[in-house]
Nanobody, 124 residues
Framework: QVQLVESGGGLVQAGGSLRLSCAAS????????MGWFRQAPGKEREFVGA????????YYADSVEGRFTISRDNAKNTVYLQMNNLKAEDTAVYYC?????????????????WGQGTQVTVSS
């Protein structure tokens, strides 16, 4: 059973940066395609971005394209979400998720494993 644990959230001013981490255990990390999602209060869960098992390919939601970058270190079983030029509307709980067979997908239902989430708050 794969377990995912996010960290790195916090409070940051608009225009600032944060890097979230998601550490995986309990499975072959190099077989996992990873995604990041977020959910703001009163809103539905939203796709942020995804990366394939090798880290060679990724894609992002339009709302974060050019500001957020996903990377992974397979030696450390960890995926990262680097967030730059943060805006107040980026405030949300951020979740990482993993799937083995579907690949990079923006559909949350296609992910088999989820972390507990980490809060990101951007003050304006």
């Amino acid at each position: 059973q794969v377990q995912l644990v996010e960290s790195g959230g916090g409070l940051v001013q608009a225009g600032g940066s944060l890097r979230l981490s998601c550490a995986a255990s309990g499975g072959a990390f190099t077989r996992l395609n990873m995604g990041w999602f977020r959910q703001a209060p009163g809103k539905e869960r939203e796709f942020v971005g995804a990366v394939n098992w090798s880290g060679a390919y990724g894609y992002y939601a339009d709302s974060v394209e050019g500001r957020f970058t996903i990377s992974r270190d397979n030696a450390k079983n960890t995926v990262y979400l680097q967030m730059n030029n943060l805006k107040a509307e980026d405030t949300a709980v951020y979740y990482c998720a993993a799937n083995r067979f579907v690949g990079m997908t923006r559909m949350g239902d296609n992910y088999d494993y989820w972390g507990q989430g980490t809060q990101v708050t951007v003050s304006s």
